[in-house]
């Protein structure tokens, strides 16, 4: 089965986009999708230096991205109001570091991923030496509200979902 | 207007919508610019675009699948695919923009008097290392 199937998700995510472009159910594009669902990770897996990513918690994953849909939603009405009334020289503009515990590639990826989309903070990059994450928030008010944010809100899910330790 | 006939008999709970969404999402996008327009610094500016790519984008195919699945009496949502392809694409992107800036900036001495802004505020303690190119991190 690991054999055949290397990533479960990754295929059912490949079916269901192939179904999606062509907006059919037909027997055609059923049995042509779950060709590619089985056949592309197995020709992709050698692209992928860390393997694919195993989700131990997938109700969680659901739960974090459903909090950083909401998160996101809020970053943007905040950011429009600091651009359309806030006067810029106000503006708090900084980078942060905030220590990270998670290692998993994938997990950090993700984090990357939801960061970059809340608007208001970028993620610029992971130090190796103390492992941390540099960030830069765009109307910073209080440091320490952000590191833990960050690592209760976000690290401590993400690792629960990807390295499969108890949150 | 032989072209317009198509859209004349579609019903009020998905015209009425449709039409905020795609107001909601067009002033988003105007917002994201002005914020690139008039925002003083880069690492400022960055932020402007954001809210164009979540929210803008967002409600235009919010109000893209509403029009469509009622002009075809069927569910229209393939549009979330291109949801999935620019909440994919768009991070690694704001962030190769951000890093490339930072490094060009390090490049320079830091600024005196020391600056608010400065990415030389995060990375000046880590300016004496040899390398400051990271690992890649280990599987677990």
């Known amino acids: ?167 | 207007m032989s072209g317009m006939n198509h859209w004349e008999n579609l019903p009020l709970w998905a015209g009425l919508p449709a039409a905020l969404l795609l107001i909601l999402g067009g002033g988003i996008a105007l917002i994201g610019c002005l914020g690139l327009m008039r925002l003083p610094h880069f690492y400022q500016r960055i932020h402007g675009p954001a809210i164009t790519i979540t929210l803008g984008t967002s409600c235009i195919l919010i109000a893209s699948m509403l029009l469509f699945s009622a002009q075809a009496t069927r569910p229209v949502v393939h549009e979330l695919l291109i949801t999935l392809f620019v909440l994919m694409t768009a991070p690694m992107v704001s962030m190769l923009i951000m890093r490339a800036a930072v490094h060009r900036e390090l490049r320079k001495p830091p600024p005196n008097p020391p600056r608010a802004e400065s990415a030389w505020n995060v990375y000046g303690d880590l300016a004496q290392r040899p390398s400051r190119t990271p690992e890649p991190p280990e599987m677990p």
């Not at chain 1, 779950?34 to 050698?46: E, S």
């Not at chain 1, 692209?47 to 997938?58: M, V």
């Not at chain 1, 996101?72 to 980078?95: D, H, K, M, T, Y």
């Open chain 1, 1 to 167: 089965m690991k054999r055949i199937l290397p990533s479960p998700w990754l295929s059912l995510a490949l079916y269901l986009t192939w179904l999606l472009l062509n907006q059919s159910l037909e027997a055609a594009h059923l049995l042509f999708g779950g060709m590619l669902a089985i056949v592309a990770p197995l020709l992709a897996r050698p692209l992928q230096p860390h393997g694919y990513a195993r989700i131990h918690r997938p109700l969680a994953l659901l739960r974090l991205l459903g909090r950083a849909s909401i998160e996101a939603l809020r970053s943007c009405f905040n950011v429009s109001r600091i651009i359309l009334f806030a006067r810029p020289e106000g503006l708090n503009s900084q980078f942060i570091r905030i220590p990270l515990d998670m290692r998993s590639p994938h997990g950090l990826a993700l984090l990357c991923g939801i960061i970059n989309m809340t608007p208001g903070t970028v993620w610029v990059e992971v130090l190796p030496d103390p492992h941390e994450l540099v960030l830069h928030v765009f109307d910073l008010h209080d440091a320490g509200w952000w590191i833990d944010t960050i690592k209760t809100h976000y690290e401590r899910p993400l690792m629960a979902i990807f390295e499969g330790q108890t949150a």
